[in-house]
């Protein structure tokens, strides 16, 4: 069974950088053709895709954020993680990591999300 797990601190200050780690069992990130997603839901309102991380390495952000957003895997421990630059309060959400069948695909596995916080 594909299990997500998000993981980090969930308070930020402002203008310092949010990170997250994903880590997955059950399957390899590495697995043709697998894409692993990040996603958040502000407060009252609806989901918003930031950005994917291929199987092989490849990475796809949100226009609006890829700015200020990295994401990166870690192939020997299963996991990949995000990173999002000069975090304000609008950044408070809860965020998902997710798998995808593929790069064209909607995120169909989800982890239980974690609440982040950037105080005002």
């Known amino acids: 069974q594909v299990q997500l797990q998000e993981s980090g601190p969930g308070l930020v200050k402002p203008s310092q950088t949010l990170s997250l780690t994903c880590t997955v069992s059950?399957?390899?990130?590495?697995?043709?053709?697998?894409?692993w997603t990040w996603i958040r839901q502000p407060p009252g309102k609806g989901l918003e895709w930031m950005g994917v991380i291929a199987y092989d390495g490849s990475t796809y952000c949100s226009l609006s954020l890829k700015s200020r957003t990295s994401i990166s895997r870690d192939t020997s421990k299963n996991q990949f993680s995000l990173q999002l630059r000069s975090v304000t309060p609008g950044d408070t959400a809860v965020y998902y990591c997710?798998?995808?069948?593929?790069?064209?695909?909607?995120?169909?596995?989800w982890g239980q999300g974690t609440q982040v916080t950037v105080p005002s």
């Open positions: 059950g399957v390899s990130i590495i697995t043709s053709d697998y894409a």
């Open positions: 997710g798998r995808a069948s593929n790069l064209m695909s909607s995120t169909s596995y």
